[in-house]
């Protein structure tokens, strides 16, 4: 059992930068990999970025085109703790962000909502114009 918990959205100018942070109850993890999603009013949820693990005993991050040079996720697992760290932000950035975390999570499937076993609540991202 994982639970999960966003904290560090708010209201940014465009341009701006914020840091979304996920964190993370349970002994295993290390184990999960992580991604961040977000959903804005009226529209279907979207995969933003993941972290997972890979096979050189390592992990991965990947992103969506539409934030891609912009938005950096990490993770520290001493903290149970992922990041996202949002810069150049634009008003199409404006949604909740949720983290979420699966075992197994692929290329193939990582932007696929129904792959994810938990989710946390959410927070509000404003980017004004």
């Known amino acids: 059992q994982v639970q999960l918990v966003e904290s560090g959205g708010g209201l940014v100018q465009a341009g701006g930068s914020l840091r979304l942070s996920c964190a993370a109850s349970?002994?295993?993890?290390?184990?999960?990999?992580i991604s961040w999603f977000r959903q804005a009013p009226g529209k279907e949820r979207e995969f933003v970025a993941a972290i997972r693990w890979g096979h050189s005993n390592t992990y991965y991050a990947d992103y969506a085109e539409s934030v891609k040079g912009r938005f950096t996720i990490s993770r520290d697992n001493a903290k149970n703790t992922v990041y996202l760290q949002m810069n150049s932000l634009k008003p199409e950035d404006t949604a909740v962000y949720y983290c979420a975390a699966a075992f197994g999570v692929t290329i193939a499937n990582m932007a696929d909502p129904r792959k994810y076993t938990y989710w946390g609540q959410g927070t509000q991202v404003t980017v004004s114009s």
């Open positions: 349970g002994h295993t993890f290390s184990s999960y990999d």
